[in-house]
């Protein structure tokens, strides 16, 4: 019943945040919360003209704005629609001259968690039940590391597994990121998919790839780790392993319901070079527990034979050759991967996150992924001289190429050394890059 001048009157002293907030309570507060006046007068405080032949009193702003030829001729709305737009590529731009600097080393760049932080990115799961009814848990921390960023999810109220048929990881952010720096959840944000996986009978059809004594892990493709107590087959924690690769990107220009699509590399053909995306390989790996490093190297100039090389539609690049004494490495601390939730914190052994950056000839990213992997005891016996332990094997596949990794456990220093680092790249992938056909 209250006239829709003073409810005007009211709205006009709110916030843009508040104001898109009011305008969601009815179809009565939507049309007044689009009022061209107040988006106008938010619009000329936020984005001033540029050059001001005279200044207006604030106090006459109201008066001179609502009789002018902009609000005069144009639908409701609009100047609302502007100030969105204006803040969205505001804080693009902020965004792009973050991520303009790149890590030479890498490829990426080297400001990945101040560009984050300037986009007020947070990441959310989404668990669905058979009903379709949807449970939002918000991301409880975060760590991050040179090449990817490790998520973690912990609550005391986790839906029941056996009711969940899948979980959607997004990223969100606020609509206004610097009016939102306390990522208030009832606030104005967008949802971007990032990627969906299926719950359904998860002990069944997953295999667990690590446990300790109070929960075992499962992993599901690509960087999703899920934690169950024992005996009781409910959520413990959940954790993401997202490498920064397009990581701003897939995780703000997607939809709530689709995924952003990543640009294809335009491949160019060199038809000097007879090995043309063979050689000059770079590799970043990380191996870490989400928290603590294990190990972390930039290997070079890796490539791969034409004929030898390149077998069962895989080429082979060799990193760490077991012959090769002077380039086996030492893992430091203890190999496991960290887990917590509000209570409680452990660490799954022979279990950690691998990441693997793999830079072309021009330094460009070629093949990106940060994965949960474990180690398995191999059933051969060490032939090295100077290694006089346990060998145990770690593999990592996807559609665009595998790891493989042989550590040997050294009983008396106690630590695990690596011996044999193999990548095998898909000869479609690189065909795919560099317009060849191998």
């Not at 009814?133 to 109220?157: G, N």
């Not at 720096?181 to 002990?203: F, Q, V």
């Not at 004594?213 to 993401?240: R, S």
Request: hydrophobic residues 35%; contains cysteine; glycine residues 6%.
């Amino acid at each position: 019943s209250m006239p829709s001048e003073i409810l005007l009157k009211i709205f006009s002293y709110l916030d843009p945040v508040s104001l898109l907030c009011a305008g969601c309570v009815s179809k009565r507060f939507c049309d007044l919360a689009n009022d061209n006046g107040i988006w106008l007068k938010l619009y000329s405080g936020c984005f001033p003209p540029k050059r001001m032949i005279w200044k207006i009193n604030p106090a006459e702003t109201e008066t001179v704005s609502l009789g002018c030829a902009a609000l005069q001729d144009r639908r409701p709305g609009y100047w609302k629609k502007e100030y969105i737009v204006r803040q969205i590529a505001a804080v693009k731009t902020r965004i792009m001259q973050l991520v303009k600097p790149v890590d030479p080393q890498t490829g990426l760049p080297c400001k990945n968690r101040e560009a984050i932080r300037a986009s007020g990115l947070r990441w959310v799961i989404v668990l669905k039940d058979r009903n379709g009814k949807e449970h939002v848990m918000e991301q409880a921390d975060l760590s991050f590391k040179d090449t990817s960023v490790t998520i973690f999810w912990y609550s005391a109220h986790w839906p029941c597994l056996n009711i969940l048929s899948t979980l959607e990881l997004c990223g969100v952010t606020p609509l206004f990121p610097d009016q939102n720096r306390g990522a208030n959840t009832n606030r104005p944000r967008r949802r971007s998919l990032i990627a969906k996986y299926s719950l359904s009978n998860l002990t069944k059809t997953s295999v667990a790839i690590g446990a300790d004594k109070l929960v075992q892990i499962f992993c599901l493709n690509p960087g999703l780790l899920l934690g169950l107590w024992k005996g009781k087959n409910e959520i413990a924690f959940i954790t993401a392993s997202l490498h920064y690769h397009q990581l701003l990107e897939r995780s703000t220009l997607g939809s709530a319901t689709l995924q952003y699509v990543l640009s294809p590399n335009e491949p160019v053909l060199d038809d000097v070079d007879p090995e043309y995306g063979l050689h000059d390989y770079n590799l970043h790996l990380d191996m870490h527990s989400g928290t603590h490093t294990c190990m972390c190297g930039t290997f070079k100039s890796l490539f791969c034979r034409k004929g030898s090389d390149i077998q069962n539609g895989y080429l082979r690049l060799t990193v760490v050759s077991v012959k090769d004494n002077a380039k086996h490495l030492p893992i430091i601390g203890t190999v496991g991967l960290s887990w917590r939730t509000d209570a409680l914190k452990g660490n799954v052994k022979d279990c950690y996150l691998m990441d693997v950056t793999v830079l072309d000839e021009t330094r460009k990213p070629f093949w990106c992924f940060s994965a949960p992997v474990s180690m398995e005891l191999s059933s051969k016996t060490s032939g090295l001289y100077d290694y006089m332990g346990h060998i145990y094997t770690t593999e990592y596949a996807d559609s665009e190429g595998k790891v493989s990794v042989d550590l040997v456990w050294l009983e008396e220093t106690k630590e695990y050394y690596v011996v044999n680092l193999v990548l095998y790249i898909s000869t479609k992938k690189v065909n795919s890059w560099y317009g060849t056909n191998y």
